[in-house]
C-alpha cells in the first residue's frame, strides 16, 4: 500500500536568494557555446541538444477512466493529441557520433487548451526527457560549474574527444560492474553508445500534476522498440551512425510507447530541490496515462527535419500551469531556454513561434 500523493503548494519550493545571479551566468556561458558553434557551422544550432538523431510524428491517446490522482492537467480529458519527438543527444555542439553521450528526447503536444504558464505562447506542451533518472548536478551553481568548464571544449578537436570518450566508456564499465552509475561521466563522454528508440526517458526533474507533484517517463512497449534496447551502435568511421540506426529501425515499424508519471509521495524522501536524488520506484511507482504512437515514418524526412529543428523550440516552461517546472534547475531553464531560442531566431533571421 503506497502512501497517499502529496498537495501541491507552493511552499514546496525552496527558492535561493542567488538564483537571478546565476541564470545570468548560465546565460553568458551558454552564449560562448552559441557564438561559437555559430562561427563554426555558419549558422545557429540548439546550446544544448544540437545534435538530432530522428524527429517523428506520432499520436498521444490520453487514457480514459483514470483515477482522480492521475487524471490531472493535460491529462484530465480522455482524447487524442498529434505529438511530435526529436531524439538528441545533449551537447550544445553537433559531434562525431563515436563520441557516446546521453540520449535525449523532447516531445510537443499540440492543441492543448487551458491556463498556460506565464510567457507561454500557442497551445502545446512540452516534454523535456532524458535517459537517465537523476540530473547531473544538484543546483544550477553545481551545473554553472560544470557548463563552465565544458564551454571552451565546445570547437575543439573531435579526435581527442574521442580518445577521452573511449576512456571515459571503460571507467562507466568498471564502476557499473559493482553497480554504481556515474551521470557525470556519461555527459562529459562515458555513457554507452545505445540505440536511443530502445531506451526508457525520464523527466529527471519534478513538475507541478495538477493538485500534486510528478516526474514523467516514456517507456517503450512495442515488440519492435523494446528487442532493441541496450543495443549498441557501431560508430566506427561513420559520423551519423545514430540517424542512421534510427531511421533504419523506425522505417518499417510502428513505435508505442507508455506515457508514465511519478507521483511524488513524501516530500522528504522525493526532493523537489535536488534532482540528483532518485525517486525510489517502490515507494513512488510510476502509472501510465496515456500511449504515443508512430506509424512507419522515415525520422529523418527533410520537411520534418527542417520544421522541427529550425522552427520550433522545446521548453518545460511551454505549457499548461497545472505542469509547471518545479525546483532549483527547471526555474534556471525558463530564462536559459528562451535565451538560447532567442539567439537562434535572430543569428538565422528565422522567428520561432509556437503553433497554434
Not at 510567457?119 to 537523476?134: H, I, L, P, S
Not at 560492474?177 to 525520464?202: F, K, Q, R
Not at 541496450?230 to 540506426?245: C, Y
Not at 496515456?290 to 527542417?306: F, H, L
Request: proline share 6%; hydrophobic share 35%.
Amino acid at each position: 500500500m503506497y502512501a497517499a500523493p502529496i498537495r501541491y503548494r507552493p511552499d514546496l519550493e525552496q527558492v535561493k536568494p542567488d538564483e537571478a545571479e546565476t541564470v545570468a551566468q548560465l546565460n553568458a556561458t551558454f552564449d560562448r557555446i552559441l557564438e561559437t558553434t555559430h562561427e563554426d557551422y555558419g549558422h545557429a544550432v540548439r546550446a544544448v541538444h544540437a545534435k538530432a538523431h530522428g524527429v517523428l510524428e506520432g499520436v498521444l491517446t490520453i487514457d480514459a477512466d483514470l483515477p482522480p490522482e492521475l487524471a490531472q492537467g493535460l491529462f484530465a480529458t480522455p482524447g487524442e493529441h498529434r505529438v511530435m519527438m526529436r531524439l538528441s543527444t545533449n551537447p550544445g555542439d553537433i559531434l562525431d557520433d563515436a563520441i557516446s553521450l546521453p540520449r535525449g528526447l523532447a516531445i510537443k503536444v499540440f492543441d492543448v487548451d487551458g491556463e498556460r504558464l506565464p510567457g507561454a505562447e500557442g497551445r502545446t506542451q512540452d516534454f523535456v526527457m532524458v535517459n537517465g533518472k537523476v540530473f547531473q548536478a544538484r543546483d544550477a551553481d553545481k551545473f554553472l560549474g560544470s557548463l563552465k568548464l565544458l564551454a571552451p571544449t565546445t570547437d575543439a578537436i573531435e579526435g581527442g574527444k574521442k580518445a577521452l570518450s573511449a576512456v571515459l566508456r571503460g571507467v562507466r564499465s568498471v564502476i557499473g560492474s559493482v553497480g554504481l552509475e556515474s551521470p557525470a561521466i556519461n555527459s562529459l563522454g562515458g555513457a554507452p553508445n545505445v540505440d536511443p528508440v530502445g531506451e526508457t526517458y525520464y523527466s529527471v526533474t519534478p513538475f507541478r500534476y495538477g493538485d500534486h507533484v510528478a516526474k514523467f517517463s516514456l517507456r517503450p512497449t512495442a515488440p519492435g522498440l523494446r528487442a532493441r534496447k541496450g543495443d549498441i551502435i557501431d560508430t566506427d568511421g561513420e559520423r551519423d551512425a545514430i540517424r542512421r540506426a534510427v531511421q533504419e529501425g523506425l522505417r518499417d515499424i510502428e513505435g508505442e510507447w507508455e506515457f508514465r508519471v511519478q507521483l511524488a509521495r513524501d516530500e522528504n524522501q522525493q526532493s523537489i530541490e535536488d534532482p540528483t536524488v532518485e525517486w525510489d520506484e517502490e515507494e513512488a511507482p510510476f502509472h501510465r496515462v496515456g500511449v504515443i504512437r508512430t506509424r512507419a515514418q522515415d525520422s529523418w524526412d527533410p520537411a520534418r527535419v527542417e520544421q522541427v529543428n529550425e522552427q520550433l523550440r522545446f521548453s518545460v516552461w511551454t505549457g499548461l500551469a497545472a505542469h509547471q517546472p518545479l525546483g532549483n534547475i527547471n526555474r534556471a531553464r525558463r530564462d536559459t531556454y528562451r535565451h538560447s531560442a532567442d539567439f537562434r531566431a535572430r543569428a538565422n533571421g528565422c522567428p520561432i513561434h509556437e503553433p497554434v
